[in-house]
């Protein structure tokens, strides 16, 4: 470099804005988690109370009602796995296409957590 030359500006690295995408994914999908653990204990609980209010009734075991863990567990399960792929497809992706992918991952996740929150209920249907 001569003394004529100006000085190049570096760009901040590529991987620093991949790191900011993934962290605030990674809050998201986090808080998506936590809802659906919430929605476990809250699921689980009324299950639990409803029958054993059955119990102190006369003929009320015919309506007791089992807990849907496997669509509790699946619930759970959503947010991590969408996130897994998410980051393991953008490894060594460009920024724009990271975003790109994480929309899509958080959307999808997004609509299979929410229907799994609002069907859950209404297989109990107290």
Do not use: C, H, K
């Amino acid at each position: 470099m001569t003394a004529a030359t100006p000085a190049a500006r570096r760009t901040p690295s590529p991987l620093v804005g991949r790191v900011v995408v993934w962290v605030v994914f990674g809050a998201l999908f986090t808080y998506m988690t936590v809802q659906s653990v919430g929605n476990l204990v809250t699921v689980s609980q009324s299950v639990r109370a409803f029958n054993t209010f059955l119990e102190t009734t006369s003929g009320g075991d015919s309506l007791q009602r089992s807990t849907p863990w496997v669509w509790l567990v699946l619930d759970i399960a959503i947010a991590p796995v969408a996130f897994a792929i998410a980051l393991w497809a953008t490894r060594r992706s460009r920024l724009a296409v990271t975003v790109g992918i994480f929309v899509v991952a958080f959307a999808a996740a997004g609509a299979l957590w929410l229907d799994l929150q609002l069907f859950v209920p209404r297989l109990l249907d107290f």
